[in-house]
């Protein structure tokens, strides 16, 4: 699908990854590699440990045993501690975009503060500099004319908008989602999904944990299915969505094919 | 009874001067008690039990005992010691007494803030304590503004205790315009009334800043 010679490096890679809430497991050795400019969604049934891998990956949880890769350079770092490692993950994460759910927008601030707000402190950028490029985000997604609107006078779509261009701001490498559009009114689903359609033809490289099947069929490259913290089969979307190996996918997609929720 | 208003016209100068140094004394501790309040509050959040545990310490005696003790504790039991203008007793002891009800405040507002408001700074690239700075205060702070107005309002009535260890605040002020008049009850109707106005600006004033901030929340 991409046309970049170097698609085939692993931008983020998760290698045995286990991570335990006290005595339940809930990542049981994971591996995966999402190449440059890849599309790879994550689909399972509510429990499965998608949300927990994918907090995994920029360290919003701690895993206990594995590797975690961001463009070769480790994520996790269980010799660093106190202030080293906090400067380490604070770096890492410049480069990683996190969308989350429920937005987790700034209320505090305007919408184009909310996508500034990190390129000016943690960039040094300056306010003038700052204002152009949150205003080339918030183009990106749409909602240029909401600058210098709060995010409780905006739409759940509109507010998801920003807070993708909120992370995009920071130039990541790479764009988790973690079911960006699940908390949305079923209207707004499509205005959401149509920007990260167009991440994907600019060839963003992104993680998406999603229970929208037929979206996750339309933009990936690569397709896993999750249950009980294993990667149970993992391919094609197309294969996965129609033709699947594992009884257990076949089962899950039974349920929720058709009726996206 | 005839009322007789002639000696408050006459020590109506007097009176606006109590009224100064009462607004000099709120102001001087709203701004120790809001800043003061907040940091004790992060302080007793976010730091280790040795820190935090003294200040919980602190902002419990400051709330479970009487204002005017706490003033005479500064000011004559420091006083064996160290001799302090009653002006700036009074403004520190108000000043603890409400820090201590600020904080209280800004610890509940603190942890009001959601989780994920601190997980989506932190994906960002933010440290723990910009993190704190930035997402964390500002909107724990504007979430406070009606609770920290409503202790500005009962603080401004309380400068009138400074009186007992002599601070020339408004009450202070006409009690010896009493003494050579013997009209009490007009002085202490126009004082009333003088408070009255004060309060009522105040409450203005919170209710504008709090329609001004609500669509931050
Ligand atoms: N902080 C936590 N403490 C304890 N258990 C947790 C915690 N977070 C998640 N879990 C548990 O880990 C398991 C996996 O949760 P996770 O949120 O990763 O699932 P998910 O696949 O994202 O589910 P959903 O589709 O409902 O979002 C669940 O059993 C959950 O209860
Ligand atoms: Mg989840």
Same mark, same amino acid.
């Given at each position: 699908m991409s046309t970049e010679q170097s698609t085939d490096t692993p931008m983020v890679e998760v290698r045995n990854v286990h991570k335990r809430f006290g005595d339940l497991e809930v990542l049981k050795g994971i591996n995966l590699t999402v190449n440059r400019g890849k599309i790879i969604s994550i689909i399972g049934p509510s429990g499965s440990g998608k949300s927990t891998l994918l907090r995994s990956v920029n360290h919003l949880e701690v895993i206990d045993e594995g590797a975690i890769l961001l463009d070769g350079v480790q994520v996790n770092r269980p010799d660093m501690k106190g202030l080293a490692f906090e400067r380490h993950i604070n770096n890492i994460r410049q480069n990683m975009g996190m969308v989350f759910q429920h937005f987790n927008l700034f209320p505090h601030l305007s919408t184009i503060d909310n996508v500034t707000l990190a390129p000016r402190k943690l960039k040094g950028m300056d306010k003038k500099t700052a204002r152009e490029l949150g205003m080339e985000q918030l183009e990106r997604v749409g909602?240029?004319?909401?600058?210098?609107?709060?995010? *409780?006078? !905006? &739409? /759940? /779509?509109?507010?998801?908008?920003? $807070?993708?261009?909120? $992370? !995009?701001a920071m130039k990541p490498k790479v764009m988790l989602f973690d079911?960006?559009? &699940?908390? !949305? #009114?079923?209207e707004l689903v499509e205005e959401? *999904?149509?920007?990260?359609?167009s991440l994907a033809e600019e060839h963003m490289t992104m993680l998406i944990v999603t229970h929208e099947m &037929?979206?996750?069929?339309?933009? &990936? #490259?690569?397709?896993?299915?999750?249950? /009980?913290g294993v990667v149970v089969e993992e391919c094609t979307p197309d294969k996965l969505f129609s033709n699947p190996d594992q009884e257990r996918t076949r089962n899950f997609l039974q349920k929720h094919l058709g009726n996206n929720h | 009874m005839v009322f007789d208003f002639a000696p408050v016209i006459t020590y109506f100068p007097?009176?606006? @001067? =109590?009224?100064?140094?009462?607004s000099l004394v709120a102001i001087a501790v709203a701004l120790m008690s809001i800043i003061g309040g907040l940091v004790v509050a992060v302080i007793s959040i976010y730091t280790k039990k040795v820190v935090s545990w003294p200040l919980r310490f602190f902002i419990w005696l400051f709330m479970t005992t009487p204002l005017l003790l706490q003033l005479y504790f500064l000011y004559f039991g420091l006083g064996e010691w160290i001799l302090i203008p009653a002006i700036v007793v =009074?403004?520190?002891?108000?000043?603890?007494?409400?820090?201590?009800?600020?904080?209280?405040?800004?610890?509940?507002?603190? @942890?009001?803030?959601?989780? =994920? %408001?601190? +997980?989506a700074s932190r994906s960002l690239g933010f440290g723990h304590w910009n993190t704190i700075l930035y997402i964390i205060v500002p909107q724990a702070f504007i979430r406070s503004i009606p609770q920290l107005g409503n202790n500005m309002i009962l603080m401004v009535k309380d400068t009138s205790v400074l009186s007992a260890i002599g601070v020339a605040e408004l009450v202070y002020a006409s009690q010896y315009a009493i003494s050579v008049s013997?009209?009490?009850f007009e002085f202490f109707m126009v004082i009333a009334l003088m408070y009255y106005v004060i309060n009522i600006l105040m409450e203005? =004033? %919170?209710?504008?800043? +709090?329609?001004?901030?609500?669509y931050r929340r």
């Open positions: 909602l240029a004319e909401k600058a210098d609107v709060f995010p *409780n006078w !905006l &739409s /759940g /779509g509109q507010k998801q908008r920003v $807070a993708i261009a909120r $992370a !995009l079911e960006a559009t &699940s908390a !949305l #009114d079923p959401v *999904n149509r920007v990260m359609r &037929s979206f996750a069929r339309d933009v &990936s #490259d690569w397709a896993l299915f999750m249950d /009980g | 007097t009176l606006l @001067k =109590g009224v100064g140094v009462g =009074g403004i520190l002891g108000l000043g603890f007494h409400y820090m201590a009800y600020n904080a209280d405040i800004f610890i509940a507002t603190i @942890k009001s803030v959601s989780d =994920g %408001q601190y +997980e013997f009209r009490p203005l =004033g %919170q209710a504008w800043l +709090e329609r001004r901030t609500a």
